[in-house]
């Protein structure tokens, strides 16, 4: 077994999202939590794109000096481990509003690599996986309260 196999046997499990920014408003420090979590040793960056979508609904690549807000996203320049392409951009795409900007963000959860690594090693086998997002996590804390 190579080095790069027995480095990808440890690798903690790998996340997209697909962020569409609200850049009227965008001050950087979403971006500026994303370095801490990468410092901390929590996650790693393999792809930072960033795309848009045109009111035709065509999508395109967007440069990290080109996107709105004025943002420096410097820090992210090189993110990019040639997973993502230009299907995974269109893809990505799909679900923006017309007229907006997006991030496509890729990671490995490097906090869950050793349990992960120990279940592959025993047999174990992800068999499914998602995730709640908070509004409806929200909601169903707020049925579950008595109306007074």
Do not use: C
């Not at 569409?20 to 990468?38: I, N, W, Y």
């Not at 997973?83 to 923006?96: F, K």
């Not at 990671?107 to 349990?115: K, S």
């Amino acid at each position: 077994m190579t080095e790069d196999s027995t480095d990808l046997e440890e690798i903690g499990p790998i996340d997209y999202l697909v962020i569409q920014l609200p850049t009227a408003s965008m001050d950087g420090t979403a971006f500026e939590h994303l370095l801490d979590l990468v410092g901390r040793g929590l996650v790693r960056v393999l792809d930072l794109a960033f795309l848009s979508k045109a009111a035709d609904g065509s999508v395109s690549g967007v440069a990290l000096d080109e996107v709105p807000g004025g943002v420096n996203l410097t820090f992210f320049e090189g993110a990019s481990s040639g997973l993502l392409g230009d299907d995974d951009l269109e893809e990505a795409g799909a679900a923006l509003d017309p007229g907006t900007t997006a991030a496509l963000l890729v990671y490995e959860n490097v906090w869950a690599a050793p349990f992960a690594t120990a279940l592959r090693r025993n047999g174990a086998q992800l068999v499914a996986s998602g995730r709640i997002p908070v509004q409806a996590l929200l909601a169903a804390i707020d049925a579950t309260e008595p109306v007074a």
